[in-house]
């Protein structure tokens, strides 16, 4: 009886020899070889959904610094208007990136910039709304913590609306209107 073995030193005999009885790293190696040409034609799709959301999260990023602009930047007739794009996102938000689309306790509407604006109606009408907006903010954002899943309350919509009308009953006591559209202008 011969016990010899036969150790072939060729490259063919050695991953013949592999296959039978493969090692862990030869199992890891198959297995990622196997992933890499079935999953292959889905990677394109992939990158681009990735690199489209990213945009989008730079572009909201962007959006939201613009927001935090500090007031000296701002007059006080554009206050209202600004506010209630602030608002108009908040209530068709659907994602918490816009229903936290700004902060309404920094950016224009932190104190020590409020307290530039002339005493008058409009500017208490515009500290109000600041407070009361960032309540309502903390207190439904519970509403829209997941993106899948961002339902806010008629409740939220109605304190959002009487929250601005207020701003608006004062920007209008204060003489202040909105530019018109283009559509609006009449034609001499």
């Not at 036969?6 to 990622?32: G, H, K, Q, Y």
């Amino acid at each position: 009886m011969d016990l010899s073995f036969d150790n072939n030193p060729s490259r063919s005999a050695r991953i013949r020899r592999e296959l039978r009885n493969p090692s862990m790293l030869t199992v890891i190696l198959i297995f990622v070889a196997i992933s890499t040409v079935v999953l292959a034609p889905f990677a394109p799709g992939w990158i681009s959904t990735t690199r489209d959301s990213f945009a989008a999260m730079a572009k909201k990023k962007e959006i939201n610094e613009a927001s935090m602009s500090s007031l000296g930047a701002i007059v006080p007739s554009q206050i209202a208007p600004w506010m209630s794009s602030q608002v108009n996102t908040m209530l068709d938000a659907e994602g918490p990136l816009d229903w936290q689309v700004v902060s309404f306790r920094s950016g224009p509407c932190l104190t020590e910039n409020l307290s530039q604006l002339p005493g008058s109606k409009y500017s208490t009408a515009i500290a109000d709304a600041c407070g009361e907006l960032d309540q309502i903010q903390q207190a439904y954002s519970g509403n829209c913590f997941l993106a899948s899943d961002c339902n806010i309350p008629e409740a939220a919509r109605e304190e959002l609306r009487t929250a601005m009308g207020g701003v608006w009953t004062a920007f209008s006591d204060a003489g202040f209107v909105l530019p018109y559209d283009e559509t609006e202008q009449v034609l001499p």
